[in-house]
């Protein structure tokens, strides 16, 4: 049974709504990068957020995995909400098995409250190191964290900026279970797909055969901006070659996600239904698109249905 897209009087008011891709997902699809957010009146937002997002439903989130076409989902903990997991875990809980989670944890953590997180569905926890996003947490605390999370399994997923990756790098290196790079490290899509400093961040990839990376988010990344609004399906032209590369020399190790609902984006509010029309272009044969929304995060995420 599938849920029907329904707008919440409110919500992401400049957002018209999804419109269905041209691409057909292959069965088993998964989006592995989406969010819920709230509600706010049942589960408040952090007070040291940076950012207030729009509310953000199980439901309507559960709606727009079955417009589009997935099958399964991998919700993840985002900065407005802290290490207060309840909405993700709550998403989890009502999915019925067709979710999973990366959450976001402190040090001090019990090993009590991180079992309890895994058999509710969550799967890794996020370092961010975005600086406008958060403030920086100390290493020692994030190794402690691994140190929790290492006995289940679990990967840790990582948000950074391009410019960043050099004093990260080493760090991210000694982390001792797979990694996860959130957005291709939000590469500068203005320059050289083939120059020094995207060949810096695929070196990182090279560097150990347990870290993934999603190529995501273009409505992020782009320069050029989303296409006219001229029935045209292709967009983000300037990220396509960045993704190509990492998917073609990664097949093995790369994710796809929405980021629904696409919060602190203000010039432009991107239109799901494209989105999923660009896997096509950074994955052009089904056997590369097969492995980078089925295979993949399957094995990740679903390792005991692989």
């Known amino acids: 049974m599938t849920t029907e897209f329904v707008k919440t009087p409110g919500w992401l008011d400049w957002y018209a709504g999804p419109t269905r891709p041209a691409y057909r997902l292959p069965e088993g699809a998964v989006d592995a990068h989406c969010h819920v957010f709230g509600p706010g009146a049942a589960f408040p937002y952090a007070p040291e957020r940076k950012y207030t997002p729009c509310d953000a439903s199980k439901e309507e989130l559960s709606a727009l995995r079955d417009r589009l076409g997935f099958a399964r989902n991998v919700i993840v903990q985002a900065t407005c909400h802290g290490a207060d997991n309840r909405a993700m875990v709550d998403a989890l809980r009502a999915s019925g098995g067709r979710a999973r989670g990366v959450a976001t944890l402190r040090p001090g953590v019990t090993d009590a409250e991180v079992r309890e997180l895994h058999e509710a569905g969550v799967r890794g926890v996020r370092f961010n190191f975005v600086r406008r996003l958060v403030d920086a947490a100390p290493r020692r605390d994030l190794l402690d964290v691994v140190e929790r999370i290492a006995p289940y399994g679990w990967h840790v997923v990582v948000y950074f900026e391009a410019a960043d990756l050099p004093d990260l790098r080493d760090f991210l290196l000694s982390i001792p279970v797979p990694l996860v790079v959130d957005h291709m490290g939000r590469p500068d899509v203005s320059k050289d797909p083939d120059g020094p400093d995207f060949e810096a961040f695929l070196d990182f990839l090279r560097a150990r055969t ?19 609004l001229d029935g045209e399906r292709e967009a983000y032209r300037d990220v396509v070659p960045f993704a190509r590369r990492v998917v073609e020399e990664f097949p093995d190790r790369v994710l796809w996600g929405t980021d ?13 239904g494209l989105l999923v029309d660009f896997v096509p272009h950074i994955a052009p044969t089904p056997e590369l698109r097969h492995r980078l929304l089925v295979d993949n995060p399957t094995r990740l995420y679903w390792p005991e249905a692989d």
């Open 260 to 272: 629904w609902p696409h919060p602190n984006l203000t010039d432009h509010m991107p239109d799901d």
């Open 210 to 228: 347990d870290i993934w990376c999603k190529v995501t988010c273009p409505e992020r990344l782009t320069v050029s901006g989303p296409p006219a």
